[in-house]
């Protein structure tokens, strides 16, 4: 599995709630910049904002950049939180110590249309 593979497989199953990956994939020394709060948090405090986005859905991905030490990709998500769903690109920065992600940083795009029309790709092949 490529580290984009199991990025994007690992913050799916947290965004619903399963950390295993997650807890395999990070370093426990992991940071993460977040931009929605302004302050930089650690695995822990990761993860408590990971379960608060539940109705999140990550559609799909590609690939800007990989290699041993690091990735970026870029995703599009479906918050469903909202009455009217929001849609987000997404672009990650991901740093890697010893094969595990110690730095991750995530830049958010507000989309004011569905990524997924005139495409070949649907939401409900992603929930």
């Known amino acids: ?3 984009a593979e ?5 913050r799916r ?3 619903k709630g399963d950390f295993s990956l997650v807890e395999k994939l990070y370093h426990p020394d992991c940071t993460h910049f977040d ?3 302004g302050m930089e948090l650690n695995f822990d405090m990761q993860s408590a904002v990971m379960s608060a986005y539940e109705n999140i859905t990550f559609g ?3 690939v800007i950049y990989e290699n041993t030490d690091f990735l970026c990709i870029h995703r599009y998500v479906r918050n469903s939180l909202t009455r009217e769903p929001a849609y987000w ?3 990650s920065g991901i740093n890697y110590k010893d094969g595990k992600v110690i730095r991750h ?6 989309l004011d249309y569905d990524p997924s029309e005139s495409q070949n790709w649907n ?3 992603y929930e």
């Not at 940083?105 to 507000?110: A, F, G, I, Q, S």
């Open 1 to 3: 599995m490529t580290k």
């Open 6 to 10: 199991a990025f994007y497989k690992a």
């Open 13 to 15: 199953l947290a965004y």
């Open 35 to 37: 931009h929605r709060v």
């Open 60 to 62: 799909p991905y590609r």
């Open 89 to 91: 690109a997404m672009i």
């Open 105 to 110: 940083e995530t830049t958010r795009e507000d």
């Open 123 to 125: 939401w409900e092949d």
